[in-house]
């Protein structure tokens, strides 16, 4: 069973790398909506277990990787393709919409 990876400042330039789209969270334990789009990220991850990366970064605990990509509100997600940002989104939406985005780049 496949559940999102823990991405953080130290291995994320690897995992973003991938030739793979990859799907990143950035939440924070206290962050309300991130609570509510966790198990949908976690849901994703095992629809697209060998399609695409899905990963999470706690922005609490990694500053590097979240002022890189200029994370401002939570929960972000950011959408990379050959690692680019190739779409993104702010807040807590609906699974469909995060599936219609990873599968536009799959």
Same mark, same amino acid.
């Given at each position: ?12 330039q690897?995992?973003?790398g ?6 990143v969270?950035?939440w ?6 991130c609570?509510?789009?966790?198990p949908?990220?976690?849901?994703l991850a095992? /629809?697209?277990?060998g399609? *695409? =990366?899905?990963?999470? +970064? ?5 500053p %590097?990787?979240?002022?890189?990509f ?16 190739? /779409?993104?989104?702010?807040? *807590? =939406?609906?699974k469909? +919409? ?5 599968? %536009?780049?799959?």
């Amino acid at each position: 069973m496949s559940k999102p990876i823990e991405i953080n400042d130290g291995n994320y330039q690897d995992i973003l790398g991938t030739e793979k789209p990859v799907l990143v969270d950035f939440w924070a334990e206290w962050c309300g909506p991130c609570k509510l789009i966790g198990p949908v990220v976690e849901d994703l991850a095992k /629809d697209y277990e060998g399609k *695409a =990366v899905i990963g999470k +970064v706690d922005v609490d605990n990694n500053p %590097a990787v979240s002022a890189q990509f200029g994370i401002r509100s939570i929960p972000t997600l950011l959408f990379f393709k050959n690692g680019e940002i190739v /779409d993104k989104q702010i807040g *807590a =939406v609906p699974k469909s +919409v995060l599936s219609k985005k990873l599968e %536009a780049q799959l």
